[in-house]
């Protein structure tokens, strides 16, 4: 077990915000596996400011930060640094997040849920309800890109209890959604929890792969 002083569960379909101060670590687990979890952070004191994508590539030069490395805002500050990932980097920082006009152009019903609704619903929890929806960290989303350049859309390859580790390096708004994408098939429906704790509450404790940690 770990001293965590907050838990989560984000429920399929839906979305969570969890404030979390500079220097607290957080891990996303993926309860029963296979389920994409579309992460924003936004900086507490302007959410106008928010971890970027596009900006953390070239701080990385990679499509996806390495164990230690650190995710970047729009303002090319640190903001996130990864601590561990059982996943091994089995995750996306490349498909925007699913909207409505993505569920109509496939063909769903009208007001499926999205991950665009469900981060403005958390944040209008914090007072934010009118944010930018940035490019989300998709934890657990499996769309590697081929030698071509094309994207291939996979069903996530995490396990459940499968987690990665982040250590916030400013005050931020944390939002999770699970995500709630249920016809192209890249998902599987299943919960998300969210742990927050002090600094090195758990690294290396309870990750489906230990190895897998900064140390």
Aim: hydrophobic share 40%; net charge negative.
């Amino acid at each position: 077990m770990t001293d965590s002083v907050l838990e989560v569960i984000v429920p399929y379909g839906e979305g969570r915000v969890v404030p979390v101060d500079s220097g607290q670590q957080v891990r996303i687990t993926n309860v029963n596996g296979q389920q994409i979890a579309d992460t924003w952070v936004f900086c507490r004191d302007d959410v106008g400011e928010y971890q970027s994508a596009e900006h953390t590539r070239v701080h990385v030069n990679s499509l996806m930060p390495q164990l230690g490395e650190e995710f970047v805002t729009n303002h090319r500050r640190a903001i996130l640094r990864l601590d561990s990932d059982s996943c091994r980097g089995a995750h996306d920082m490349l498909i925007a997040a699913c909207d409505p006009t993505r569920y109509q152009l496939l063909g769903a019903a009208p007001g499926h849920r999205s991950c665009q609704e469900n981060l403005r619903n958390a944040m209008s929890v914090v007072g934010h309800p009118l944010v930018d929806v940035p490019q989300p960290i998709n934890l657990f989303m499996n769309t590697p890109v081929l030698p071509d350049g094309i994207v291939h859309w996979l069903k996530p390859a995490a396990q459940p209890g499968d987690a990665a580790t982040f250590t916030c390096l400013l005050d931020v708004y944390l939002v999770v959604s699970a995500c709630p994408q249920d016809i192209v098939s890249i998902n599987v429906p299943g919960d998300i929890r969210i742990e927050v704790g002090a600094s090195s509450s758990f690294t290396g404790i309870s990750d489906r792969d230990p190895d897998s940690v900064v140390t």
